[in-house]
């Protein structure tokens, strides 16, 4: 039990020895030019297949699988609920001086329905082996939600219909809204962090959901076309190649480790467990240009504090010592090639580095968008 | 936008708080160490509470107070062995449980721990297990408790939730916990890299035509809308950061003309600086909990 209380925010502590994780380590870290165990470039990101559109319960929903056999389906369910009065000051003597002179109702009404709220998404993340309340489920979902509806399209260029962003897509009219559900379903054990494949689907679903068409006009009582092939795409998508780059799209949280002095992205478990930071960082393009932005950066507790320390030759009565060496495992100076588990923080000079990885021209974050335009949706 | 305008003019409405301070200008804080005898380790912080509320509370206009003020008590059990029945851990066993009262916000918070509150309590937890040195308690546990008496709003209460709803008052919660925690954790005599403090900064928008700036320390009532905030905890002596937490959209922050930063980066070295300024009162109080402490140790009154 407590070994799991331990490993609350991270993955669980890896059962690696010591000396791997030593060896490991070294091998990440080599000065630009980092050795992975599986032989990837440090910005490459492990095969995925992913399928969208697969359970016809859903408004959408989505599969990904990666290579080790881990696999997450994430569902999108859309409810119509009322939407109970907002008790604003302002609006409340709004509301008093319309009912007296109607003088007002242009201006009033359009900014009333572009917003919306941000308890209308509602996420919940199902991980085997964890209890719904544990930490480690809610940390991941407050983390994917937190990007979700914060990314407001500043933008002009994006037409009014998601001028909101999610939430602002989410109102029908002052009364009615939209209420979303995403469940997310890991079927498998979490091999690793299962960030990266969670939000990965979860994208995936945003992309494929679509909402019944709305026939009703203005304030009326929301009344939908039966007609499932009429229905809208809840991020609206247009035919033209060079428009659709300047949509809004659902952001991507990456998980993005540094080791001594590189960056390495989509980690695996044993990379994870060596990280010196471990940070998630969500993305999206910005509304009205080409450029990416950040919407979130969380840091998330690298297990490489919890791991055993290694014991260095001086200090085991099995191994015959060295005066000098005994020396300076007294002083608790690293010896290289003996495991100390990590202490202290990040640089922030560090974290600037791996945030300009992610957002730059032709960096990681645009690829990993480009990619998931890729995937055949509906 | 003429709706803009109309908000503060409005008959009966109540006015808005404004920030009075610099834009670099901290709050006061009040911590205190040592005033839960039965604990390890205990520390009570406060920050001051916004001009606004003494206007408030000298000619009120509503009943409702326009603002609230931060106040948490934290407390320390351990280190203390493991139970029996626990696995063997090589490293101290960090937990953090972080509350709000019941009545701590103007909603009322149950008396289970929401997804908030775990999620507050994961965020201190990182914060911290950055800065104790684990190894050096082997199969024993350290149990953090914080109990907020008075949470920050999210937003001024005569708002109505929007487009900016974001519980932006958990991230000046976190800060504060994150300080008070560290000051229960050297009142508990365990030692560790260095006093870790927490700042925040945000980018916030007063109105419609005023340009986003950066300001520390934000009290979220004070702001017409808060773009991105931040907050970190941070070690000066080391210069490093063991907890971030950024979220929003700070990519149009209007920074001097000089400054080549981006919205990001300015906003966590504006939440560093921030982070500086609360560790100088932390340093105070951890001196205050020492003095006692020596007091006790040659012979003074018990506490």
Not at chain 1, 277 to 284: H, K
Not at chain 2, 19 to 31: G, H, T, V, W
Not at chain 2, 139 to 157: C, M, P, V
Request: with cysteine.
């Amino acid at each position: 039990m407590s070994a799991q209380r331990q490993a609350s925010s991270a993955s669980q502590t890896p059962h690696i020895s010591p000396a791997e994780l030593s060896y490991l380590w070294s091998s990440l870290a080599l000065p630009n030019n980092p050795i992975r165990p599986d032989g990837r470039s440090p910005t490459q990101f492990r095969p995925l297949s992913a399928e969208t559109d697969i359970l016809p319960g859903t408004n959408g929903s989505a599969r990904v699988g990666f290579a080790d056999g881990t696999q997450a389906i994430v569902g999108v369910k859309a409810e119509v609920e009322k939407t109970v009065a907002a008790a604003d000051v302002s609006s409340l003597s709004q509301r008093a001086q319309e009912q007296f002179g109607e003088n007002q109702d242009g201006e009033g009404k359009s900014s009333a329905t572009t917003t919306g709220h941000g308890s209308w998404v509602q996420m919940s993340i199902e991980i085997p082996g964890y209890r719904d309340d544990d930490a480690l489920p809610v940390f991941l979902s407050e983390m994917m939600r937190e990007p979700l509806v914060e990314s407001v399209s500043s933008g002009g260029n994006a037409d009014g219909e998601m001028a909101g962003g999610l939430k602002g897509r989410l109102v029908i009219n002052r009364r009615w809204h939209w209420r979303l559900y995403i469940d997310v379903l890991l079927l498998s054990q979490p091999l690793s962090y299962p960030l990266p494949l969670l939000s990965l689907t979860t994208h995936l679903a945003l992309l494929s959901t679509k909402l019944p068409k709305l026939k009703s006009l203005g304030e009326e009582d929301p009344f939908f076309d039966d007609d499932w092939d009429a229905a809208e795409y809840l991020y609206p998508r247009s035919q033209s190649r060079l428009a659709s780059a300047l949509q809004l799209r659902p952001p991507v949280t990456l998980l993005v480790i540094s080791v001594g002095e590189n960056v390495i992205f989509d980690p695996s478990r044993d990379e994870i467990a060596v990280a010196d930071t471990l940070l998630a960082i969500s993305v999206a393009r910005d509304g009205g240009s080409d450029a990416l932005k950040v919407l979130s950066i969380r840091t998330v507790d690298p297990p490489s504090r919890l791991t055993q320390p290694g014991m260095p030759n001086a200090e085991n009565p099995a191994s015959l010592e060295s005066a000098a060496v005994a020396e300076q495992a007294v002083n608790g100076e690293e010896i290289p090639g003996v495991w100390r588990p990590r202490r202290g923080g990040v640089k922030r000079n560090t974290v600037a580095k791996m945030v300009k990885l992610v957002l730059q021209k032709g960096g990681v974050g645009e690829e990993v968008l480009e990619g998931l335009e890729g995937v055949e949706v509906g | 936008m003429e709706t803009v305008k109309t908000k503060d003019s409005a008959p009966g409405a109540a006015t808005r708080p404004q920030r009075q301070r610099q834009s670099n200008e901290l709050r006061k804080i009040f911590l205190k160490t040592g005033l839960i005898p039965s604990a390890s380790g205990s520390s009570y912080l406060e920050f001051e509470p916004s001009p606004a509320l003494a206007a408030a509370r000298s000619t009120p206009k509503s009943l409702i107070p326009p603002s609230s003020a931060l106040k948490l008590a934290c407390t320390v059990h351990g280190p203390k062995p493991l139970p029996r029945s626990a696995t063997f851990s090589p490293n101290l066993v960090l937990t953090t449980h972080v509350k709000y009262a019941p009545f701590a916000a103007r909603k009322r918070k149950g008396h289970i721990r929401d997804a908030s509150e775990r999620d507050l309590g994961v965020h201190l937890e990182t914060a911290l297990r950055g800065v104790i040195v684990a190894e050096r308690w082997p199969k024993s546990g350290l149990d953090i408790t914080i109990t907020i008496i008075e949470a920050e709003d999210d937003r001024w209460w005569g708002d109505a939730p929007d487009s900016h709803d974001a519980p932006w008052g958990m991230m000046n919660v976190l800060a504060g916990c994150i300080t008070a925690a560290s000051a229960a954790i050297a009142d508990a005599r365990i030692d560790c890299l260095d006093l870790v403090a927490g700042g925040v900064a945000a980018i916030v928008s007063d109105g419609d035509d005023a340009a986003p700036r950066l300001v520390l320390d934000c009290d979220p009532a004070e702001h017409w809308s808060i773009l991105s905030a931040c907050v970190v905890a941070y070690m000066p002596s080391r210069d490093e950061i063991t907890e971030l937490w950024l979220k929003g959209d700070g990519s149009k922050a209007v920074l001097s003309a000089d400054d080549k930063r981006l919205g990001n980066e300015a906003l966590l070295d504006g939440a560093v600086d921030a982070a500086r300024g609360a560790h100088t009162v932390l340093a105070e109080a951890v001196r205050e909990s020492a003095e006692r402490y020596a007091g006790l140790a040659l012979g003074g009154p018990a506490r």
